[in-house]
């Protein structure tokens, strides 16, 4: 199973982009890129799901480069109610339904 | 569409004690998941079941064992309490298992459990 890394915590400011970056360098052909948010006391919500190139939906983007080593989950105009910690998971349907979590990046929105 | 539930929100026994916890799942999921978050970590897979049968375990001792009823609620039952099992434990449920890309899971609020 592909491991992951991404950085333990991030600052930002209302209004600003925000981009968290992840790094795994052994994902396999059949690996899908997943990111979830968690807020405190809370259980971690989906955000989206990409395999390659470029991946929208109404709360974010995420961008994969041809490579596939690493993954970038963009944040646009974030407000105080985005921080939250974001975590990154590689992985595919035949693991076993198994979500591997790493430690995640704490974001810290600023107002 | 009611979401993922857990009960009970707070729980606190003492070592050696037994504990179950108790998920119902999304309207409409047939699989159920169940993490333990240890404080500032991120969740850790226990294990999945999918139609009452346990269908892939992370590396948890044996203790740790559960149940899918067939309205697809489920328990997670932990025996002989430990003081490191001090933790969030998420249950989460998806529709079906390995259903093409990583199978997106649908957490409840979690139980926070306690071990004096």
């Known amino acids: 199973l592909a491991k992951t890394t991404q950085p333990i915590s991030m600052d930002s400011y209302e209004g600003q982009e925000v981009n968290i970056t992840c790094s795994h360098n052994?994902?396999?052909?059949?690996?899908?890129i997943t990111w979830y948010q968690q807020f405190p006391s809370q259980g971690p919500r989906f955000i989206i799901q990409?395999?390659?190139t470029k991946v929208t939906n109404e709360v974010a983007s995420l961008f994969i480069p041809a490579d596939r080593k690493s993954s970038t989950l963009s944040l646009p105009r974030v407000s105080l109610s985005d921080t939250a910690v974001y975590y990154c998971l590689v992985g595919a349907h035949n693991q076993g339904g198994k979500l591997i979590f790493g430690q995640g990046t704490e974001l810290s929105v600023k107002p | 569409e009611t979401g993922v539930t857990q009960s009970p929100t707070h729980l606190i026994k003492t070592r050696g004690q037994q504990v179950t916890l108790r998920c119902s799942s999304q309207?409409?999921?047939?699989?159920v998941s169940w993490y333990q978050q240890a404080l500032g970590q991120g969740p850790q897979f226990i294990f999945q079941?999918?139609?009452?049968?346990?269908?892939g375990r992370g590396n948890f001792p044996p203790r740790f064992s559960g149940l899918q009823f067939p309205n697809y609620s489920s328990e997670l039952n932990v025996n002989a309490l430990e003081l490191d099992d001090s933790a969030l434990y998420l249950c989460a449920s998806s529709l079906v298992p390995g259903q093409g890309a990583l199978d997106t899971q649908y957490f409840g609020p979690g139980t926070r459990l306690t071990v004096l």
């Open positions: 309207s409409g999921h047939n699989t």
């Open positions: 052994n994902i396999a052909t059949n690996d899908y």
């Open positions: 990409g395999y390659k």
């Open positions: 079941y999918y139609r009452e049968e346990e269908n």
